[in-house]
C-alpha cells in the first residue's frame, strides 16, 4: 500500500507543477530536501529553497505532460515534458523518498533533437520528428 500512496503524491506533485500551484506542488517534500541538477552543477538545500528558486522562475512553463512513472519502495523515477518559450525538453526526475517524503531528488534535462539518416534502417521513428 506504501507504493500506492508514494505514486499518488507524485501525481498530486505533477498535477500542481503542471497548474502553477506552488503549495500543493512542494508538500512532497521533506523540509531538509536536497535538489541536484547536475547539467548545471546546482544543489538546492531545504523545501523551502526549492519552492523560492520555482517562484522565482522568469518563464513559466506553457506545457507540461508526464510519459510514465516508475517505482517501488523508496526510488522512484518521472519521465515528463516541459516547455518554456516554445522550447520543450524531456525531463528525468529521480525521487528519493523516507518516511512519505521526497529527501533527494536529481532532475535532468534534454531538448529534442533530429534522429540522422544513417540508423534509419534500425529504428522505429516516433513523436514530433518522425516524418
Do not use: C
Not at 535538489?35 to 506553457?62: F, M, T, V, W
Not at 517524503?101 to 529534442?112: A, D, I, M, N, R
Not at 534509419?120 to 520528428?129: K, L, T, Y
Amino acid at each position: 500500500m506504501e507504493d500506492q500512496n508514494i505514486r499518488s503524491a507524485i501525481e498530486r506533485h505533477w498535477a500542481a507543477s503542471a497548474a502553477a500551484d506552488l503549495e500543493e506542488e512542494h508538500n512532497i517534500y521533506d523540509d531538509d530536501a536536497l535538489l541536484d541538477y547536475p547539467q548545471s552543477g546546482e544543489h538546492i538545500r531545504g523545501r523551502r529553497n526549492i519552492q523560492g528558486l520555482r517562484a522565482h522562475h522568469p518563464d513559466k512553463p506553457s506545457g507540461f505532460g508526464v510519459i510514465r512513472i516508475l517505482g517501488r519502495g523508496d526510488l522512484w523515477v518521472s519521465e515528463f515534458t516541459i516547455t518554456y518559450r516554445d522550447r520543450s525538453f524531456f525531463t528525468v526526475s529521480i525521487m528519493e523518498f523516507r518516511n512519505g517524503k521526497v529527501v533527494h531528488e536529481t532532475q535532468y534535462f534534454g531538448e529534442p533533437f533530429q534522429a540522422p539518416q544513417w540508423r534509419a534502417e534500425w529504428v522505429e521513428r516516433v513523436g514530433p520528428h518522425s516524418e
